[in-house]
């Protein structure tokens, strides 16, 4: 864009020459201007400025060491944080168990590509895919009813995040485990949302396992907010139930299964079963190399061409 810039500036200048007079007094007048001395002058600015854009963007290097090649899936942790979660049915609460399972699995399955996705009311992308399996297990103890503003239990909006997620993802198999109580109320037709959801991931190839959090009996829990047992607008007591009829139903279509928490260690050994099952493919993983910078390399050279291209004189030596 410059250089077109710099081409239409000259070509501006002769115009502009051949309208102010006699073409020979002209060129007798600026005998001493150099027209190849401004291109050059120029050249040394283009070059300087392309330089430092792509000095900025920091290029570089493999350095020693070589790439591990990691045989794995992609998986999408899809986790249930609304307000249910908190329920005491299984103690301390469902969330705190859904988290021991969650930091089990992130250590057994190091292999795996893994990104978190949380839902309540909403759905959204906590943590890309990343083997950077410690920095998933820091948000996965720091998750939090809390986060959302508006609360409920969007599964249908969560499947539709976590295949966003996996959308970039080239050969890969992908799984999508579903942490939930599976109690949605039907606001806003979210079970209607979640089976259309599933049918998409379906012909898309994508399983999703289901792990369903609570007891059908349920009971009551204290609101994080008033730290009173939750009501609904009518002030009536809520009891948050497991509802595994949704849950069932999403992993059947998508060729899943789907497993009753019972306690952190039975579980993880029947979701793992479910997740051993799926063909993994390799990928190179080179996110522990080190990488050598060359900002350097052109930082330097464009300080130079700065330097000298004051140094260039304008007009041609006229002395007798």
């Known amino acids: ?11 501006w200048q002769r115009t502009a020459m051949k309208r102010a007079g006699n073409p020979v007094l002209i060129k007798a007048l600026i005998k001493g201007r150099s027209p190849g001395r401004a291109v050059l002058k120029f050249c040394l600015v283009l070059l300087a400025f392309a330089g430092g ?12 060491g070589e790439p591990d090649i990691r045989r794995g899936i992609d998986l999408v942790l899809a ?9 005491p049915d299984l103690a301390p609460t469902r969330l705190a168990n859904a988290k021991a399972l969650l930091l089990a699995l992130l250590r057994d399955r190091p292999d795996d590509r893994v990104s978190l996705v949380l839902f309540a009311g909403h759905a959204y992308t906590q943590l890309p895919l990343t083997y950077d399996h410690g920095s998933a297990a820091m948000f996965v103890q720091s998750m939090d009813p809390l986060q959302f503003g508006s609360q409920g239990t969007a599964i249908g909006d969560a499947l539709g995040t976590a295949v966003h997620v996996l959308e970039p993802s080239r050969g890969r198999y992908k799984v999508i485990l579903l942490l939930s109580d599976g109690e949605t109320f039907d606001r806003n037709n979210e079970k209607e949302n979640a089976q259309a959801r599933s049918a998409l991931l379906s012909d898309a190839g994508i399983m ?24 609904d607008r009518q002030g009536a007591v809520v009891v948050s139930k497991l509802d595994e009829t949704l849950l069932k139903g999403i992993a059947t279509k998508t060729k899943g299964d789907y497993h009753l928490f019972t306690n952190p260690v039975e579980t993880e050994r029947a979701v793992l079963r479910s997740l051993d099952g799926v063909k993994n493919a390799p990928l190179v993983d080179k996110s522990l190399l080190n990488y050598r910078t060359l900002y350097l390399w052109l930082a330097v050279p464009v300080l130079l061409l700065l330097v000298a291209e004051p140094f ?6 006229t002395r007798p």
């Open 208 to 231: 999703v396992v289901t792990v369903g959090f609570g007891s059908a009996g349920g009971t009551t829990f204290i609101d994080p907010l008033t730290k009173k047992t939750k009501t």
């Open 53 to 64: 854009v792509i000095a900025l963007a920091n290029p570089r290097m493999e350095g020693p």
């Open 79 to 87: 986790v249930d944080v609304s307000k249910s979660m908190l329920t």
């Open 312 to 317: 260039v004189p304008d007009h041609k030596n």
């Open 1 to 11: 864009m410059l250089a077109v810039l710099f081409l239409l500036y000259r070509r």
